[in-house]
């Protein structure tokens, strides 16, 4: 019987060459990832000299020398403009086409672009600048420290919480102020359009941790039958602007809350860990009715096998909690189960609305 020495041999070449190909593959995978901080910090320089809103004031796609005469510098460096646009239209963030006559290239915005625009109804230009501020970027390299030793990496970066850091900094105070209301105004609008049967039968709606009340006067002027309560520490809401049809209380969630026909929490839990949570949940649980109370969470659920647009940036958001907050952390759909339960909701479901964010409608019977 002859052997099959030559066969051998070419499964061995096969092998060998697939072993390569699969090597050369990881090695550019790590690359990426090594230099993905270029992505975020092209993003800052882009909506730091306001790139998409040059090329939105003309209202077409303009060239690389009309975008210089417009940045605010007296003699912009258009060599460097040139490769920072590269980048960009690369990523997909804006467009670069020559013109049907010939001529300079001229550059477009995408859908991804117009996110970028200051002035826009909706932006994520204020979130870009607060992400990518020096501060917050500090506290990523102190993640191994807290694997070795636990500990709250912005604590480790700069020896205070978050909370502390910006009362002591008024220009980062503003960037995060700026921040977190543009974020606030893109899911509440998502949550207002996909969740109108969830709002028609409700009296009285208090927002737990509602800041100076922006997202239950945008609930209440969308369904003005709602008697809207804001309710938040009081040197929050002593600071809160009138609106239409809403009260604003003083308080601490964690001692108790006032009564209402149904409660609502946008990013309040994702910020504590589960035995502050499950605290919350429980003076919820004493503020509502028996059997017609509901809770009503927009927060992050992870799902790995939801293959939306959001799932990568879901789990990025878990590690932007664990650099950025004390005790903050985004959870699976089986920890939301839990927590719930615990808190005193064990019927509960989960709508996916078009947005970063979900929401989670809970029942205390």
């Known amino acids: 019987m002859v052997g099959g020495g030559e066969n051998d041999d070419v499964l061995k ?23 993905a901080l270029a992505d975020s910090m092209v993003l800052k320089c882009a909506v730091g000299l306001r790139i998409a809103d040059i090329i939105h004031s ?10 210089a005469t417009c940045i605010d510098s007296p003699s912009p460096d258009i060599a460097y403009l040139a490769r920072i646009m590269r980048f960009l239209v690369h990523a997909k963030i804006f467009t670069a086409a020559a013109p049907p006559g010939g001529g300079e290239t001229l ?39 807290c694997v070795k030793e636990g500990g709250i990496a912005f604590e480790k970066a700069h020896g205070r919480k978050i909370w502390d850091f910006a009362s002591e900094n008024p220009e980062f105070n503003k960037i995060f102020n700026d921040a977190t209301a543009c974020m606030a105004k893109i899911s509440i609008k998502a949550v207002i359009a996909a969740y109108k049967d969830g709002f028609g039968g409700i009296g009285t709606l208090v927002d737990v941790g509602g800041g100076t009340g922006g997202a239950v006067a945008e609930v209440v002027k969308a369904y003005p039958h709602i008697k809207g309560v804001n309710f938040d ?66 927060d992050l659920v992870i799902r790995l096998d939801d293959n939306d647009p959001f799932d990568k940036t879901r789990i990025v958001f878990d590690l932007v909690m664990m650099a950025h907050a004390t005790n903050g952390k985004e959870r699976t759909v089986v920890e939301w189960k839990k927590l719930l339960e615990e808190g005193g909701f064990p019927r509960y479901k989960i709508i996916k609305i078009p947005a970063l964010e979900m929401i989670i409608e809970a029942y205390p019977m």
Request: hydrophobic letters at 45%.
């Open 107 to 145: 550059y477009g915005l995408t859908p991804a672009s117009k996110w970028l625009l200051h002035d826009g109804e909706l932006s994520l230009a204020p979130m870009i600048l607060m992400e990518s501020h020096p501060s917050l970027t500090a506290p990523w390299h102190c993640l191994a420290a």
């Open 58 to 67: 003309h209202g077409r796609p303009i060239t690389l020398s009309q975008i």
């Open 13 to 35: 070449v096969s092998s060998d060459a697939d072993e390569a190909e699969l090597m050369l593959e990881g090695q550019a995978e790590i690359w990426r990832h090594m230099l």
């Open 233 to 298: 520490l009081p040197h929050v809401v002593a600071t809160a602007p009138a609106y239409d049809g809403v009260s604003h209380v003083g308080g601490d969630m964690f001692h108790s809350i006032p009564y209402a026909d149904e409660i609502f929490m946008k990013l309040i839990l994702h910020g504590w860990n589960d035995e502050d949570c499950i605290k919350i949940l429980k003076n919820c649980r004493k503020a509502l009715p028996e059997k017609t109370g509901k809770i009503i969470i927009v």
